[in-house]
């Protein structure tokens, strides 16, 4: 089992910036790629950012490159997600995700291994 817990979500103004950590604990952290999806009210969930076991290859949505940076620290069992620019349109619930093949982080995957409990991201205007 890996269990994940979010943090550092709250109320930004759009142009602002702010740091999603994910903790890790339980199996092996460096084992799995990390992922941030995240859910719009009446939206379906969407891929945000996602990086692999090591940290080499990083894999981003189109509309968060260069605005979003997703980054993990494999000694401290965490992983973040550098928010940048935010844009009202990034208001949702972001969760964290776990699984060894980053393709399933990729594209959402029901069957995920591990999700966290969200936290809330909120842009105003």
């Known amino acids: 089992q890996v269990q994940l817990v979010e943090s550092g979500g709250g109320l930004v103004q759009a142009g602002g910036s702010l740091r999603l950590s994910c903790a890790a604990s339980g199996r092996t952290f460096s084992n799995y790629a990390m992922g941030w999806l995240r859910q719009a009210p009446g939206k379906e969930r969407e891929f945000v950012a996602a990086?692999?076991?090591?940290?080499?290859?990083?894999w981003y949505a189109d509309s968060m490159k260069g605005r979003f940076t997703i980054s993990r620290d494999n000694a401290k069992n965490v992983v973040y997600l550098q928010m940048n620019n935010v844009k009202v349109e990034d208001t949702a619930i972001y969760y964290c995700?776990?699984?060894?093949?980053?393709?399933?982080?990729?594209?959402?995957?029901?069957?995920?291994?591990?999700w966290g409990q969200g936290t809330q991201v909120t842009v105003s205007s």
């Open positions: 995700a776990a699984d060894p093949r980053p393709s399933r982080l990729r594209v959402g995957a029901s069957d995920i291994d591990y």
């Open positions: 990086i692999g076991w090591s940290g080499a290859n990083t």
